[in-house]
């Protein structure tokens, strides 16, 4: 959709709108709305970054702020609202301390399907893809189709993510995908902690998996997105 134009060319590149009326209420319960907000808004948009294009467009603005990530997002969300929606009233709440069911939305876009290491995946993307902000609207824009790629796990005999995993953590998981906090994702946690752990600084499972090549994270960003995820495990 062209209205998205100026957030794909700050690496924002993938959008989905949904109408906030025919979404779970369980998941809209997350959003931590009173009566008064599920009055104002009709839309939610769900907006991320698919491979490298976002991490560039950072580097460009420079990594300063407590949160630089969070940061650029939520400034290039305001300016594109000011510049393409103006006089719509609207409300961010991903970023913020709501704890939106983010993969639930990544599911019912079309964009998220389970793995064995715990990261969503499509078929042509992979895994290289996250979630970067969700925005209430009282928008009517056209609401998105859901993408219907599918998973690339269930064509895949091989599944060379498990024998990848120093940890032997995939083994436990194999055969429930996604499952949550069970013991193979405690003992992958556990792992990354220890002294000189191999990946404290990547997901060497996910790295092996031969889906979605051509978005793979560079170096430099994939470091810096796991050791920011060690520093709060750590905390």
Same mark, same amino acid.
């Given at each position: 959709?062209?209205?998205?134009?100026? +957030?794909?060319?700050?690496?924002?590149?993938?959008?989905?709108?949904?109408?906030?009326?025919?979404?779970?209420?369980?998941?809209?319960?997350?959003?931590?709305?009173?009566?008064?907000?599920?009055?104002?808004?009709?839309?939610?948009?769900?907006?991320?970054? +698919? @491979?490298?294009?976002?991490?560039?467009?950072? =580097?460009? $603005?420079?990594?300063? @702020?407590?949160?630089?990530?969070?940061?650029?997002?939520?400034?290039?969300?305001?300016?594109?609202?000011?510049?393409? +929606?103006?006089?719509?009233? &609207? #409300? #961010?709440?991903?970023?913020?301390?709501?704890?939106?069911?983010?993969?639930?939305?990544? =599911?019912?876009?079309? &964009?998220?399907?389970?793995?064995?290491? &715990?990261? @969503?995946? %499509?078929?042509?993307?992979?895994?290289?893809?996250?979630?970067?902000?969700?925005?209430?609207? %009282?928008?009517?824009?056209?609401?998105?189709?859901?993408?219907?790629?599918?998973?690339? *796990?269930?064509?895949?005999?091989?599944?060379?993510?498990?024998?990848? *995993?120093?940890?032997? !953590?995939?083994?436990?998981?194999?055969?429930?995908?996604? !499952?949550?906090?069970?013991?193979?994702? #405690?003992?992958?946690?556990?792992?990354?902690? #220890?002294?000189?752990?191999?990946?404290?600084?990547?997901?060497? !499972? $996910?790295?092996?998996?031969?889906?979605?090549? $051509?978005?793979?994270?560079?170096?430099?960003?994939? $470091?810096?997105?796991?050791? =920011?995820?060690?520093?709060?495990?750590?905390?």
């Amino acid at each position: 959709m062209t209205i998205f134009a100026s +957030l794909a060319g700050h690496g924002l590149n993938l959008q989905h709108v949904f109408e906030l009326a025919e979404l779970p209420p369980e998941l809209v319960a997350t959003l931590g709305l009173d009566d008064q907000a599920l009055a104002r808004f009709s839309q939610l948009i769900l907006v991320g970054h +698919l @491979g490298r294009d976002f991490w560039d467009a950072l =580097q460009r $603005r420079g990594m300063h @702020g407590s949160d630089p990530v969070d940061q650029f997002v939520t400034e290039r969300v305001a300016a594109w609202m000011v510049d393409e +929606l103006p006089g719509h009233a &609207w #409300q #961010q709440v991903f970023p913020g301390p709501a704890p939106v069911g983010l993969q639930r939305l990544g =599911q019912l876009a079309g &964009w998220h399907h389970d793995s064995p290491f &715990w990261v @969503g995946v %499509d078929a042509d993307w992979g895994s290289w893809f996250a979630y970067r902000a969700v925005l209430l609207t %009282d928008t009517a824009l056209p609401p998105t189709l859901r993408r219907e790629a599918g998973s690339p *796990c269930d064509d895949c005999a091989a599944k060379p993510c498990i024998g990848a *995993c120093p940890a032997g !953590a995939l083994s436990a998981s194999a055969d429930r995908l996604g !499952a949550g906090m069970g013991p193979g994702l #405690q003992r992958c946690l556990q792992y990354r902690l #220890q002294p000189g752990s191999s990946c404290q600084d990547r997901c060497l !499972a $996910r790295n092996v998996c031969p889906a979605g090549e $051509r978005y793979r994270y560079s170096e430099a960003q994939t $470091r810096y997105h796991y050791l =920011q995820s060690l520093s709060y495990m750590r905390r």
